[in-house]
């Protein structure tokens, strides 16, 4: 089912540069500090080309996607990049420290090219929504540069790890790039040429069905410019450059993939009352508080606190929630709870999972969200560290945080090959896909 390919990747050349000093972290992760720490790095470094800074006058003519299709141009022609000579895969491992925890783990993929298929084919599958604003400035920077520049994030279940075994045979020699990011993680990328294990791994893809973990925008955006392409062409030629995307592809099944929980600070709520939210809500949850009063209290009461969304999350599914006033709480689904009845358009695949229930009987129900609110972000903003989270509120900038349980692979794999899409922002894999380790560009 699933399609991929070796190409000759364009990468910085190790004797002018120093790895470290020009890949970056995707581009929906770079912040304005990141951006000058990244522009000061190197005159090479990728930021220029990734997320490259407006200028005043800029226009149709000169813009930052026009400023970085010139630079990948330049860095061309003086031979910071250059193109490997035979078509590879690239084994893409990462070892790093989980954060909030001292766990170590390594990931363990390979980067390929992979047909672009839309969804209604049932070779890839998304799990999240998409937003109009980040396509559109995907797409400008594709159709400048004609260069996919970051690396899609995909997923597919191989239990008996053949295509693992492949891949870390390549990975027994020296790598072609190494460096530790800014975030401790140690990235390293080979290059697998042999004809055979190429084709071996290939075979074994073939078979499987491809989930979207991290990049939904920039794969819709591979979509859109390739439908482009072909109205452009008046036809579909399967061997165009365009009709394939880069791809990270790692084994569901295999040890060192992380989901991070991602917490939800909500405000703007005429009114709020956590006292009544607490009172409606207990139809359909069991509630249980964590009560404080001083410093010392509080961080006892936090402990415990965590420590029961953790193991009571494992059997029901659990919401933590904050909104000050002297006390956590946990908010566990009644075990009589009837969610057929209340939420009859969801599968039981959505149904078991935190975040939906968080989304649709509290935000949406509890709190009368609505969808397009919670799209532009107006009521429900997005936090991923828990003690930042809690702040926010104990700041006045929230009057809720809801707390979660990071979800598991297997329940986002089972929603999304039903062909079911998650809330906004119901995954969070770690750590990110450099941007400017390999690059695909479509002319050369």
């Known amino acids: 089912m699933a399609e991929i390919f070796p190409f000759r990747a364009w990468r910085y050349d190790g004797r002018r540069t120093r790895p470290a000093d020009v890949v970056t972290q995707p581009y929906d992760k770079i912040n304005p500090e990141m951006q000058q720490r990244y522009l000061a790095a190197s005159p090479y ?13 800029d226009g149709l003519q000169e813009n930052a996607y026009t400023r970085a299709a010139a630079s990948l141009d330049a860095w061309i022609r003086e031979g910071v990049l250059v193109r490997d000579t035979e078509p590879c895969f690239y084994p893409y491992f990462q ?11 390594t990931r363990k993929g390979f980067i390929a090219l992979g047909r672009l298929e839309d969804y209604s084919a049932g070779v890839v599958f998304r799990h999240e929504r998409t937003l109009p604003g980040p396509k559109a400035d995907r797409l400008e920077l594709l159709r400048a540069t004609r260069t ?23 990975a027994r020699r020296e790598p072609l790039v190494e460096l530790t990011d800014e975030n401790g ?7 697998l040429s042999d004809p055979e294990a190429i084709a071996a791994i290939a075979g074994q893809m073939a078979a499987k069905r491809l989930l979207i973990a991290d990049g939904h925008h920039r794969y819709e955006t591979a979509l859109a410019y390739r439908d482009e392409c072909r109205r452009a062409a008046g036809t579909v030629d399967p061997g ?8 990270a592809l790692f084994n569901t099944e295999a040890q060192g993939l992380t989901i991070l929980p991602t917490h939800r600070l909500v405000s703007g709520i005429a009114g709020f009352e956590f006292a009544a939210l607490r009172e409606r809500l207990a139809t359909i949850f069991d509630w249980y508080a964590y009560p404080f009063n001083e410093s010392g209290e509080r961080e006892t009461a936090l402990t415990e606190f965590r420590r ?21 709480y946990l908010f566990l689904l009644k075990k009589e709870a009837d969610l057929d009845h209340r939420l009859p358009d969801l599968t039981p695949a959505e149904r078991r999972l935190d975040v939906v229930l968080l989304h649709r009987l509290i935000l949406k129900q509890g709190l009368a969200i609505t969808q397009a609110e919670l799209a532009g972000e107006e009521r429900v903003g997005y936090e991923r560290n828990l003690k930042d989270a809690l702040a926010a509120v104990d700041a006045g900038k929230a009057q809720l945080a809801l707390l979660l349980n990071p979800a598991k692979i297997a329940q986002v794999a089972e929603a999304a090959f039903a062909g079911r899409v998650l809330p906004e922002k119901s995954t969070d894999f770690y750590p990110k896909l450099l941007s400017g380790l390999t690059l695909y560009r479509f002319d050369n």
Do not use: C, S
Request: charged share 25%; no cysteine; aromatic share 10%.
């Open 185 to 191: 993680v140690l990235h390293q990328l080979w290059a």
């Open 308 to 328: 029961d969304l953790e193991r009571q999350g494992e059997k029901r599914q659990a919401v933590g929630a904050y909104a000050g006033g002297g006390a956590f």
């Open 45 to 57: 470094n990728f930021i220029r080309v990734e997320k490259g800074l407006p200028k005043t006058g």
């Open 240 to 247: 165009a450059p365009y009709e394939k995307a880069m791809m």
């Open 148 to 170: 996919q520049t970051g690396l899609l994030f995909l997923l597919y279940q191989d239990p008996e790890r053949a295509i693992d075994r492949l891949v870390a045979e390549a």
């Open 95 to 105: 070892e790093y420290t989980v954060p909030g925890t001292g766990h170590r783990r």
